[in-house]
């Protein structure tokens, strides 16, 4: 398997990625932690039982920057490349979700406080946690994080993780905000900060110049959207058939099923998503998880499809609300998509959004800004 150095080169000696300084840097960076992950004894191996105590744990990371500046493709670079077995790359809401079943199962045994024993088992599991997206915006999970990271990184485990804001504005102008402050102490204090926030934003650069909604549905609008997901996640066209589905968790305990999912970039059908029976719980845990939605085979929507209006509007609510890029296929331009029919009037605001939606302004911001 190649090193993360050695990965990186390659792709700009090929000139698939452009010279970056603050890449450069943080690759550097990276290189060297998968490599002192690599050489750490493995947690009862013969090595580390022969050690007295434990060894210092290699000092994590902290990735932050502007949109597209390549903190995503650096992270899997990075975790692709180390070897060791008890890694995890997540999503950071998804796992925050996690975490909470998991304290309120332990605080359904009434055995006291309940981080402790989530701590001991997630670092049993795990010994590199690289997370993506990182962002604070709800109090239950800022009145934790503190604990149950001073915990985790106490325990061994080393953290890897990407955000759009340096640590001092996580949970910004967030309530009880001074309960939060320790874990900015400690994010600074614990792992080394570096910023990938260089002047381009590549993602915006790929999607630069090409439309985003295509009309009408067909061959040529299919294929216009087949070409925008290749451009967006580097897949090679040629394995068109194996790009990779997910099952996403959504509040409530259901996971929602994606039928490609790949680097932040998810496509559906509009059938799935708004002829089914879904709700804002479905579309609030695909704004949160994807930075980019595709939906093909939007028709126009008559009146006596008023339910897959509603569905679609609260669908672009969320996607707007989280700054989620989005590009379609569609019959119709957003103007003339429910001309006539209930809620025709409310749908107008759903127009009026779908446009910015499609502006290099939009476009420029990152994903879940505020
Ligand atoms: N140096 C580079 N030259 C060319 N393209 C690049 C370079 N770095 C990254 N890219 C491309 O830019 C796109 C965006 O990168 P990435 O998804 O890693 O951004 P990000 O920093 O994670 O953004 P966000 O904060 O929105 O999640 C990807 O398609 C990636 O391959
Ligand atoms: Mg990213």
Redesign the pocket.
């Known amino acids: 398997m190649s090193s993360v150095g050695d990965r990186y080169q390659a792709l700009l000696a090929g000139g698939?990625?452009?010279?970056?300084p603050d890449?450069a840097a943080t690759v550097e960076r990276l290189h060297m932690l998968a490599r002192e992950l690599d050489a750490a004894p493995e947690k009862g191996s013969v090595l580390w039982r022969m050690l007295r105590r434990a060894p210092e744990p290699p000092r994590g990371l902290y990735m932050w920057?502007?949109?597209?500046?390549?903190?995503?493709?650096?992270m899997d670079m990075f975790y692709d490349c180390v070897r060791i077995h008890r890694k995890r790359r997540v999503h950071f809401h998804e796992f925050m979700i996690e975490v909470h079943d998991r304290l309120r199962a332990e605080r359904a045994k009434e055995k006291g406080d309940p981080i402790a024993p989530v701590v001991a088992s997630i670092a049993d599991e795990t010994k590199l946690l690289a997370f993506?997206?990182m962002v604070v915006n709800n109090t239950a999970d800022a009145m934790i994080l503190s604990r149950l990271f001073t915990g985790l990184i106490d325990a061994g485990v080393v953290v890897v993780t990407?955000s759009?804001r340096p640590p001092d504005d996580l949970y910004k102008d967030g309530l009880n905000r001074e309960h939060f402050l320790p874990f900015i102490a400690l994010i600074k204090q614990r792992l080394d900060v570096v910023s990938?926030n260089g002047p381009?934003d590549?993602?915006l650069?790929?999607l630069g110049g090409h439309p985003t909604w295509y009309v009408p549905n067909g061959p040529e609008a299919t294929e216009a959207a087949r070409a925008a997901f290749f451009r967006?996640?580097?897949y090679p066209p040629e394995d068109r058939a194996h790009v990779p589905k997910a099952d996403i968790p959504v509040q409530g305990g259901r996971t929602l099923h994606v039928p490609k999912s790949l680097?932040?970039v998810a496509v559906f059908s509009f059938k799935r998503l708004c002829a089914e029976a879904r709700g804002a719980a479905d579309y609030l845990a695909i704004a949160r998880h994807y930075?980019t939605v595709i939906i093909v085979g939007i028709p126009i929507l008559t009146p006596e499809k008023r339910n897959e209006a509603a569905r679609f509007k609260t669908l672009i609510d969320a996607l707007y609300e989280q700054k989620v890029k989005l590009l379609a296929t569609a019959d119709a331009d957003p103007a003339d998509l429910y001309p006539a029919g209930d809620g025709a009037f409310e749908f107008e605001r759903t127009v009026s959004r779908l446009m910015e939606m499609q502006s290099a302004d939009y476009l420029a911001r990152?994903?879940g800004e505020e």
């Open positions: 698939e990625l452009r010279p970056d890449q920057g502007g949109v597209g500046r390549g903190k995503s493709m650096l993506d997206e990407t759009n990938l381009t590549y993602r650069e790929r967006l996640t580097d680097k932040g930075h990152g994903h």
